[in-house]
């Protein structure tokens, strides 16, 4: 074909679905305006959104449009979590459409990569029975599941997401809550994310990532509740040995409390441990709490070498930072008998060392949003993601 002659192999733009997007407007409406509400955020409102017109013309369409874009702009993904994992307004079908609405975004940020992320593994999640192990979680039954929003996807997996997998081993061989955080395994995770890139939305991409963040879920989960009994057996053992109380301020407590509080403090967060993937574990604290009482029995130092042992590749990691959740904090105060709080806004602790308040970790979520910036990871050159064959 010489320049000369009509290019009408290359078409144009198809024209955008109006009545579609205004229903899709109109669903996703009343889910921001609640997050808007929770989370403080001040945007002016949508008046035909608002008024729920029923046929719009194409400038309401637009507006609503942007009116969204502004609110994906403002809604932190922490803040989705935290809203979705506590709220009952947004059920499966919900779910489908904030994926569908982020999916279709023409422009890639690590924002909404990161909440096309958390929704789909929080979609699985939900989805998933509770009995399924996690060898019958393969990409066959991941893709499965995520049909309704990615329709059929080819089972062809790329070489570069086997690091997905080996990250994954290197989770299940930690022991303890600090050594899957300040091993290093949490920073190759999202490293293996970050290098992605545009790849990151391939269809089996997207259910490989889900695979991985729904079992790397359950590791944390294991490791929770691990931790939480070794605390409960800890503080049985001092209790038998006599002591009363023990230096508790790396975890955000007093220099000296009592050990009765402690018990019950830990027998409120069992409660919210029930639920697999409930929200607003304190891990930070759960970590340092556990600590406390190891010190108290003389065990911190081995705990900590074993700490060191996971992935020595990435011993300068910094530490992650975390936010923990009013739900969380709530039942901690609830059992130390103060008032819990019900802001959106993690709640300063009076006790709080120098070195708890860098070593707090966000953990609205038992999802493992690192935020900190990670340290150089060398993955295996066929496991590089951007590298072309």
């Not at 299940?172 to 293996?192: F, I, M, P, T, Y």
Request: aromatic share 6%.
């Amino acid at each position: 074909m010489t320049p000369s002659e009509p290019t009408s192999s290359h078409p144009s733009a198809p024209t955008p679905d109006f009545a579609a997007l205004w229903s899709s407007a109109r669903r996703l409406h009343p889910i921001y305006t609640e997050l808007a509400r929770e989370f403080v955020i001040d945007l002016p409102a949508c008046h035909d959104l608002e008024a729920q017109v029923d046929t719009p013309g194409r400038e309401s369409v637009e507006q609503a449009g942007q009116w969204l874009n502004d609110m994906d702009d403002r809604i932190q993904v922490h803040q989705l979590r935290q809203f979705l994992q506590t709220s009952t307004l947004v059920d499966a079908d919900g779910m489908i459409v904030l994926l569908r609405h982020f999916l279709a975004k023409a422009a890639h940020t690590d924002a909404s990569r990161d909440k096309i992320d958390f929704l789909l593994v929080q979609y699985f999640s939900q989805g998933a029975p509770t009995e399924l192990d996690d060898n019958s979680a393969d990409i066959s039954y991941v893709a499965q599941g995520l049909e309704s929003v990615l329709g059929p996807v080819e089972l062809k997996t790329p070489v570069w997401l086997n690091a997905l997998d080996r990250v994954l081993e290197a989770a299940r061989r930690c022991r303890s809550l600090d050594e899957l955080l300040h091993g290093g395994v949490l920073e190759q995770g999202r490293k293996a994310k970050a290098q992605a890139g545009d790849l990151f939305y391939l269809p089996i991409a997207l259910v490989a990532f889900t695979r991985f963040g729904y079992l790397m879920r359950r590791v944390f989960f294991r490791l929770m509740l691990t931790d939480l009994n070794d605390i409960l057996d800890g503080l049985t053992e001092l209790e038998e040995k006599g002591v009363k109380t023990i230096d508790c301020r790396r975890a955000q407590f007093s220099a000296q409390e009592p050990i009765v509080r402690l018990r019950m403090i830990c027998q409120s967060w069992k409660v919210m441990f029930q639920a697999e993937y409930s929200s607003g574990q304190p891990l930070r604290m759960l970590v340092d709490l556990r600590a406390s009482v190891d010190a108290a029995l003389g065990l911190g130092s081995a705990t900590a070498d074993a700490g060191k042992a996971v992935a020595p590749a990435a011993a300068k990691a910094a530490p992650a930072k975390t936010a923990t959740a009013p739900r969380a904090v709530g039942a901690a105060a609830s059992a130390k008998g103060a008032k819990p709080t019900t802001s959106p806004k993690p709640a300063p602790v009076a006790h709080a060392q120098p070195e708890a308040k860098s070593a707090v970790a966000k953990a609205d979520a038992p999802e493992f949003d690192i935020s900190a910036d990670v340290p150089e990871w060398n993955p295996d050159e066929d496991s590089q993601p951007g590298r072309k064959k």
